[in-house]
């Protein structure tokens, strides 16, 4: 087949900020000889209707299916320049890169602008618009959703009021979850001050009178296996198995609390000493009573982040159990009006409106509030108890004696298999005998990053059985930009399986998974991409017939988008893929490659970048940027006009997982004096967009290295470095302190040959 020969236009904002700063003349020289458009052309405001429509008539006139515009990022206009799905268009950030940050008529900032068109320009050499995906078979439709409780319900109910069918799974032989245990809740409108009545079973009547919703009670996720689209969930009922085709999957499968029998501290095992979910109960049978005598209490004491907030139990703040606490003490009040109430906390958390709620708490004279850290829990010989405080904020210990004690116990994910749980009914460590374990991998090896599961979505995913976890065992996501996403595609988490939150919060995320599950169903049956690259219509191609079966790509997909044959040969699952690239960035043999992201694509920009002679000290810096964190960064800082070296060119690249090896050889054969690889933050509380492309950009770092020590080239040549998006300032300060390294470490000794 004849290579397609492209008709590149090139087109450039000139207004007298741009003209003013370089050399329109010489930049249309570039533009029509080297980068060999068959169209240059300038506007005043090209990023414009008026604009947009110059070129559109251009297109039509000169068949031109390439369009460089040279003006702002796309981030500014990212509505613009949309011709139809033949024609590509790169927008230049000209201004950010160039005319903002450097100095007018300057030769640097000149030779500056004439590389970023010669870049792009051959950028457009190398890349065609990417084509959808097409599928095999039919794409279902159908959400699954796992976990009946609050979360579960409203999941199921807005999917299926977006018209779309939903199979509801809950383990238990009722739906509900914990919620169905609560006669009341906290309050949901002015004044907030008062509990309201639990309208649980309001919501179970309309999901069972739902006709595009399906029940399965008593009933587990045995086995899922394939993609989005077209998962195989198998739905086991006692001994019947039920296959069915799922388009997109939500977990809602809740909490437990935390285990209780770890606070003997506290005083957990006393009689009189009961956890919050206990006390629910009581309060459920209208049974409020000791349990060692069954007599009303006189008084009862709480003590607030009982194992919450504690490194030795749960770190993190369950979020609801200051609010669970007023709760029950003014349920408490309400039955027997002349019982005191002590409340011990660390901080009382009761946020927005819920401050109202506190505040009557705080206006009832029974009420004792006091911050203080718990010391000793001792019983009495009537079965009362005394619980000594320190650190008070009357500045002394103190003493409080009570009948009953209730320790506001945190919440732990169902999807955390460590013994912290307790099992709600008894009271006591989940211990029942676990079902010998299916081989969800069909016998193949898992992959060597693959990570122990709860077991509740059975996925046959070579990284594990179930989401991977956070390091308290939360679903991994990227909880502060895209909170429902987790490293499985079109695979979402909701409610307190997620986080700690209570019924009203429960509500508003389910709302946002359920949008989230109909998304994904839809933008993946025009062959789009899910977050962070939304509507990415590209998709690797594998250039199968060179590759050695080293698994790198298998390996260090974040997604799971790469199963294997028999012979350890990568077998892309189409619709897992997130488009991160990072798969293109494992390979050595450069067999992977986007139509419209490339390893050709990267030389090709490389080899655009004119390096002038060691004796014009004018060295050449390479930044790879990541397109979500650090290039923005540096954009923002562009925003302020602060100034960096102009010594630097950057390449935009999906993440940084995803530059090659061979750019950086490719760099420094082509005279390039230092090499930057700036991306995303990534540790425990990471920020990759693709959860760990950064992290594999370090790790990598060592076969450059190595490469480095075969040319006898100096380490600093190629850094790795992160930067967050909200830091712009740290954006500049790396180039700086960069380009200071490279003055003084001197010229690359390849830049002559």
């Not at 008529?105 to 097409?134: H, I, W």
């Not at 919703?213 to 198995?241: C, D, E, W, Y």
């Not at 085709?245 to 939500?250: D, E, M, N, R």
């Not at 076969?703 to 190629?718: F, S, W």
């Amino acid at each position: 087949m004849a290579k397609h020969e492209i008709k590149l236009g090139i087109y450039c904002s000139a207004d007298e900020e741009i003209t003013s700063a370089l050399d329109m003349e010489a930049l249309e020289k570039v533009a029509l000889g080297e980068s060999k458009a068959i169209v240059w052309k300038t506007h005043k405001k090209i990023t414009s209707p008026e604009g947009e429509a110059l070129i559109k008539k251009d297109i039509e006139e000169h068949g031109l299916d390439r369009i460089v515009v040279l003006d702002r990022s796309q981030r500014a206009n990212p509505d613009m320049f949309n011709f139809g799905d033949n024609i590509f268009v790169e927008q230049v950030p000209f201004r950010e890169l160039v005319v903002w940050t450097h100095e007018p008529n300057d030769e640097d900032t000149q030779m500056l602008a004439e590389d970023y068109l010669r870049m792009f320009a051959a950028k457009m050499g190398s890349v065609k618009p990417a084509e959808a995906a097409e599928y095999e078979g039919d794409m279902s439709r159908k959400i699954l959703v796992i976990g009946g409780g609050v979360s579960g319900l409203r999941t199921a109910l807005q999917s299926a009021k977006c018209g779309f069918e939903v199979e509801l799974v809950e383990k238990e032989d009722h739906l509900g979850g914990h919620a169905a245990r609560w006669k009341t809740t906290f309050p949901t409108k002015e004044p907030y001050t008062k509990i309201v009545d639990n309208n649980i079973d309001e919501l179970i009547g309309e999901v069972d009178a739902h006709d595009k919703i399906n029940v399965h009670l008593s009933t587990k996720v045995k086995r899922i296996s394939g993609a989005p689209g077209f998962f195989q969930a198998t739905l086991k009922n006692g001994t019947v198995a039920e296959p069915i085709q799922i388009g997109s999957i939500v977990q809602a499968t809740g909490w437990k609390p935390y285990n209780a029998k770890k606070l003997g501290h506290l005083g957990y095992g006393v009689k009189n000493v009961i956890t919050n979910i206990q006390m629910e109960d009581m309060i459920a049978k209208d049974a409020i009573v000791r349990p060692s005598d069954n007599k009303a209490p006189e008084s009862i004491a709480f003590i607030q982040c009982a194992g919450s907030r504690d490194k030795e139990h749960l770190p993190y703040c369950s979020a609801v159990c200051c609010r669970v606490s007023l709760k029950h003490a003014m349920l408490v009040r309400e039955k027997y009006p002349d019982t005191k109430i002590f409340v011990i906390y660390k901080d009382i958390r009761s946020p927005g409106q819920y401050e109202l709620f506190y505040q009557n708490a705080q206006n009832d004279p029974a009420f004792f509030f006091t911050k203080g850290e718990v010391a000793e829990v001792k019983e009495l010989a009537n079965g009362g108890l005394i619980i000594d405080v320190d650190e008070t904020l009357l500045g002394e210990a103190i003493s409080i004696e009570a009948d009953m004690l209730v320790l506001a116990t945190g919440m732990v994910p169902t999807t955390l298999v460590e013994d912290t749980v307790m099992d709600v009914g008894e009271e006591t460590p989940a211990d029942a005998p676990v079902e010998e374990e299916e081989d969800l991998n069909d016998g193949k090896k898992a992959s060597s990053s693959a990570e122990v599961g709860a077991r509740i979505l059975n996925l046959t995913y070579r990284q594990g059985s179930d989401l991977p976890t956070l390091k308290y065992g939360f679903p991994d996501s990227h909880f502060i930009c895209f909170p429902y996403e987790t490293r499985r595609t079109a695979i979402f988490a909701a409610g307190t399986v997620r986080a700690p939150m209570d019924i009203a919060q429960a509500t508003t995320d389910a709302n946002g998974a359920a949008l989230k599950a109909v998304q994904a169903i839809n933008m993946l049956d025009k062959g789009m991409g899910l977050h962070p690259r939304s509507r990415d219509l590209s998709f690797p191609d594998f250039f199968l017939q060179r590759c050695t079966q080293c698994k790198r790509c298998t390996e260090d997909c974040p997604f799971g988008a790469l199963d294997e044959d028999e012979k350890g040969t990568p077998k892309p699952n189409t619709t897992r893929c997130r488009r991160c690239g990072t798969c293109m960035g494992a390979c050595p043999e450069r067999i992977i490659n986007f139509d419209n992201f490339s390893v050709p694509m990267g030389n090709a920009m490389i080899k655009a970048i004119e390096v002038p002679e060691e004796l014009e000290e004018k060295p050449r810096i390479i930044a790879f940027m990541c397109e979500n964190d650090a290039l923005p960064a540096l954009e923002a800082a562009a925003a302020k006009r602060l100034k960096f070296n102009p010594w630097v060119r950057i390449i935009p690249v999906r993440c940084l997982g995803s530059v090659n090896l061979v750019w950086i050889t490719n760099c420094l054969d082509n005279g390039m004096d230092g090499i930057m690889m700036l991306g995303c933050k990534h540790g425990d509380d990471y920020q990759c967009h693709f959860v760990k492309g950064s992290e594999l950009a370090q790790y990598r770092m060592g076969n450059a290295q190595e490469k480095l020590q075969q040319m006898a080239l100096e380490e600093e040549r190629v850094i790795v470095d992160s930067i967050a998006i909200d830091e712009w300032e740290k954006a500049i300060k790396v180039i700086e302190d960069y380009s200071e390294v490279i003055e003084e470490i001197g010229a690359n000794p390849f830049k002559d040959f």
